[in-house]
């Protein structure tokens, strides 16, 4: 064993931390929150009307992904102290996140490049009720809109006419 021992008890010095210092990363994990919420409901919104470009799905989850990296940052950094803990352990939890993002990914490349319909050799012995599963799925029955909007969801005004949106 090596003589540095960072968790012998007569050496270890606890990391006490501010109060303020909490719950300033509280108020930037809700405050991320916040940001979170607003880009998913409005900012695709904003965009359209100032550029007439509209948000992909890709783009909305890669911009959601990097709040949500930055709020784990903090819980990680601060609550779980790696900030002021040795070298080693911060590299030892970014390895291991390393290695579960290639699982992640080679689990993707080998799902995302299947084919969609099965093979004969997949459905050979299957049982006959669950061939017509593998199928395209039911189509979506209708479902009557709500009074005071049409059937593509706009709010329809008093007079009968359509309220003209922006989209």
Known sequence: ??????????????????????????????FLTVITVWTA???????????????TPGISIAIALFIAFLKASLVCLFFMHLFYDSALNRLTFVSGLF???L???FTLGDTMTRETKPFAGQTEYMPKEFKTLTGKPPKPYWVPA??????????????????????
């Open 1 to 30: 064993m090596s003589g540095h021992d960072h968790h012998n008890p007569s050496t270890h010095v606890p990391h006490i931390m501010p109060l303020r210092m909490y719950f300033g990363v509280a108020f930037g994990l809700i």
């Open 41 to 55: 409901k409005f900012m695709p919104e904003l965009i359209y009307e100032h550029t007439k470009m509209r948000i």
């Open 99 to 101: 290695f579960l993002s």
């Open 103 to 105: 699982f992640f990914i």
């Open 146 to 167: 709500w009074n005071g909007f049409d059937d593509k969801g706009h709010k329809i005004n008093a007079g009968g006419e359509e309220h003209k949106s922006s989209h």
